[in-house]
């Protein structure tokens, strides 16, 4: 069944340290993966998608189809980083459910 | 266009009572869907909808959770009656198909405390 997991509830760094939040799916056929931000306060928003290989604020998300990983990387974390992440996997090429991991908070200490 | 729209923002409630969760999605958009959001299971998807049909309703925890989508510019998610495990906060979110890009935006959140 398609699963996506996020192992850690917690994450602390500090300032200027890099980043891994860590994402794991189980699932078939060829994944669509997506990271999710919610900032305190704000709505939950797209941080970035795999199929767009792009870097947004710094942060990077390669698939690893061998380890079955999405991780969410960020090589010098700021404290406006700080926020809850989520993992989302789209449940079957062609259509439109999403399912979530449990996600990560970040917290980024000056 | 001011996003999708939820409300209430919090509702603190009686166990037993009705409560009743409204959407508005963005215009144009042909996707909705119900999430739950909780501490130790995260975000779960509930229900989605397309063209105000329910596809997938296989995350509604039980039949005390029913939801509807009238038309294409408002849903509702209904529990009845409402229990103390019930409290999470409950998101709604829009997409739009025929775009490949996989977003879903999201309401700022109902808070449900169900004492």
């Known amino acids: 069944a398609q699963r996506v997991t996020q192992p850690e509830k917690l994450l602390s760094v500090f300032k200027g340290a890099p980043v891994e939040l860590k994402c794991n799916y189980s699932?078939?056929?060829?994944?669509?993966l997506f990271w999710y931000v919610q900032y305190s306060r704000q709505r939950l928003q797209l941080l970035l998608r795999?199929?767009s290989r792009e870097s947004i604020k710094g942060f990077t998300a390669d698939l690893n189809k061998g380890e079955t990983s999405f991780h969410l990387k960020k090589p010098f974390a700021q404290e406006e980083d700080s926020a809850m992440y989520y993992c989302?996997?789209?449940?079957?090429?062609?259509?439109?459910?999403?399912?979530f991991g449990t996600g990560t908070r970040l917290k980024v200490l000056a | 266009d001011a996003g999708v729209i939820q409300s209430p923002r919090h509702e603190v409630t009686e166990m037993g009572q009705e409560v009743t969760l409204r959407c508005k999605p963005i215009s144009g958009h042909d996707y909705l869907f119900w999430y739950r959001q909780t501490m130790m299971r995260g975000l779960e998807l509930l229900i989605y909808f397309n063209n105000n049909v329910p596809i997938d309703d296989s995350g509604m925890p039980e039949d005390r959770f029913s939801a509807k989508m009238p038309n294409a510019s408002f849903s509702t998610l209904k529990i009845q009656p409402s229990e103390p495990r019930d409290s999470a906060v409950y998101f709604c979110?829009?997409?739009?198909?025929?775009?490949?890009?996989?977003?879903?935006?999201f309401g700022e959140g109902s808070r449900l405390t169900v004492l």
């Open positions: 795999h199929i």
């Open positions: 989302a996997l789209r449940w079957a090429s062609g259509t439109y459910k999403y399912i």
């Open positions: 699932y078939s056929g060829s994944p669509e």
């Open positions: 979110a829009s997409s739009i198909s025929g775009v490949n890009t996989g977003e879903l935006f």
